[in-house]
Structures are given as C-alpha cells and as structure tokens.
C-alpha cells in the first residue's frame, strides 16, 4: 500500500516569513494529494489539494507543489500568521482508491 | 449547519464496558469512513462505508463493528473496552468512493479507564 513520508515533524517561523512542508509517497500510481489542517481540539480541515495533472495549485497564501518524477509534495504557506499555527497532515492516494493514507503530520508554530 | 457531527464529543468509560459513537453529514455524500488517531496524531482509516456497504475494513479488531442505517449516518460501536483504544474516533464523508475531497467531523476522544 501507499507509505506517506512528512518531513519535517516540528517547524517553528516567525511571524510574516514563508513556511514549507514537504511529503514523499512511494505508490507511482497515486494522483490525489490533499493538506488538511488540524487545530487543536478539531478535527482535520481540508485546506488545498492537487491531483497529479498539475504540477502547482495556488489559493492565497498557500500553494501546493507536485513532481511525480521525484514522488514528492510540498505545502507551502506564505506571510504566515498566528492562526496558520496548527498540525498540517499531507495525504495520497492511487486513482478510484479513496482509501487516504496519511503523513505523520507536522507542528506548524507561527511565532508573533 | 455543521456539516459533519459526532456524539459525544467526549467519552470516558471503564476497561470492558460497550460504548457506541454516532455519525451524521448533512453534505449529501455518499460515502463515509472511521478514523483512529492515536495519541502521536497519527491518523489511520479503520473503516469506510458507501451508501451503506462496507467497501474498506481494515485491520481492526472484531469487537469495533459501524453500522450505517443510511447514508447520512455511519456509527460506531464498540465491545469489551480496552485501555489501547483510548484514542481521538474521527468521522468524515466524500461525495462517492471515486470523489476524494474527505470532510471531518469534530472528532470524540475516548478515554478508556
């Protein structure tokens, strides 16, 4: 089945500068990618998601990366704030399969 | 006009009680699933149901069974309570099982005493 990699588990920026999270996957086959983003005491929000006929999807602040070449995907969310702090999960999965599988997630802190 | 909602939002019981958690989307979807996240947040499938058919079980130990009476609800019930099952229980729902845009419920954290 499909193995999700997150890297890097904690990521701490300041207030107004860019932050990046990057995923690896192993299935070639997936072509779904979502970010979901978890606050604390909530449940996971779907926050951008691309499918693997575009390499770039933008909404925002935030733009999702794709290369199926190297079988990765980066989030990356731009003049971050307070509220961005949170626990952003990537996920994949194969063409008609909705079975997810998910990173293990990445602490996002947004100092002020 | 939430659009996916569990009860309860919390739940704390003693080793070997049954204990159920409901479901319910308002979304029209067709398709819902149970998700285990354990105390790493690790989040991981345990089941899906579509238009109430089992199409995704993993494995998961026979004393958790769902039942979807329709497929607006999909509940989760859940035998001879063990401490390991402590855990955050999350709902979600998709427009069908080739649609993969998934929607979470608020999320019942159990506590197994």
């Known amino acids: 089945g499909e193995n999700v990699e997150q890297h890097p588990s904690t990521l701490s920026v300041q207030e107004g500068d860019s932050a990046v999270i990057k995923c690896t996957y192993s299935?070639?086959?997936?072509?779904?990618f979502p970010w979901y983003k978890q606050e604390l005491g909530k449940g996971p929000q779907l926050i951008i998601d691309i499918r693997s006929n575009v390499g770039e999807k933008k909404d925002q602040r935030i733009a999702v990366t794709l290369n199926k070449t190297a079988k990765h995907f980066s989030l990356h969310i731009t003049e971050t704030q307070p509220e961005d702090s949170a626990v952003y999960f990537c996920a994949a999965t194969p063409y008609g399969n909705n079975r997810l599988a998910f990173g293990k997630g990445n602490q996002v802190v947004v100092i002020p | 006009d939430t659009a996916v909602s569990q009860t309860p939002k919390y739940l704390v019981t003693q080793m070997g009680n049954d204990k159920s958690i409901k479901c319910e989307q308002n979304?029209?979807?067709?398709?819902m699933y149970w998700y285990k996240q354990d105390s790493k947040k690790f989040l991981k499938i345990m089941f899906s149901?579509?238009?109430?058919?089992?199409?995704i079980n993993e494995t998961v130990p026979n004393r958790f069974s769902p039942k979807s009476p329709d497929k607006a609800h999909l509940n989760l019930h859940i035998n001879s309570l063990e401490l390991g099952d402590s855990a955050v229980y999350f709902c979600?729902?998709?427009?069908?099982?080739?649609?993969?845009?998934?929607?979470f419920g608020p999320g019942t954290r159990l506590t197994v005493t």
């Open positions: 149901y579509n238009n109430k058919e089992l199409i």
């Open positions: 979304l029209g979807h067709d398709t």
């Open positions: 979600a729902s998709s427009r069908g099982t080739s649609s993969y845009e998934q929607y």
């Open positions: 299935d070639s086959a997936s072509n779904y």
